[in-house]
């Protein structure tokens, strides 16, 4: 394993887990909602009255947000070579993962561990182990 230091960026890491705190933090403190991603795309799908508005206002935020960051500064390259079944297969799997957990990281992770709760703790323990799990295999059994 190695780590690629060219392209680590503690300072940038350090700014966008401060914002991602910040907007869970501001979420909850003035709507009384937790800022995990799967439950609010998930409530899209289900939409109760008075309740929408918020979830689209947050996803529009999530796909806007770049947009205005390319406008200061030039976004990463990023190069995939996709295996589209892979790709395919590996949404479905978190989708399903994300459901039985009742949760994504960014809930769990984020929010949950932020309010210490027990099945929060659980759940990203096991979403860590699982990519390392995940990592190791695809780095060093299949490649």
């Known amino acids: 394993m190695s780590i690629d230091w060219q392209s680590f960026t503690p300072w940038a ?8 705190g910040a907007a869970a933090s501001l979420l909850i403190l003035f709507n009384g909602r937790i ?14 009255k008075g309740d929408t508005s918020w979830r689209a206002a947050f996803i529009a935020g999530l796909l806007v ?27 479905l799997i978190v989708g399903v ?7 994504c990281t960014s809930g769990h992770g984020v929010c949950g561990l932020s309010r210490l ?27």
């Open 35 to 48: 800022a995990g991603i799967s439950g609010i795309i998930g409530g899209l799908f289900h939409p109760k």
């Open 117 to 143: 709760s027990p099945r929060s703790l659980v759940a990203t323990i096991t979403f860590m182990a699982a990519g390392f799990a995940a990592t190791y295999v695809v780095r060093h059994l299949i490649n």
């Open 65 to 91: 947000a770049p947009l205005i960051y390319r406008l200061f500064t030039e976004l990463p390259t990023i190069q995939i070579d996709p295996n589209y079944g892979i790709l395919i297969a590996a949404g």
């Open 97 to 103: 993962g994300t459901r039985y957990g009742s949760g």
């Open 13 to 20: 890491s350090l700014a966008g887990g401060l914002l991602i």
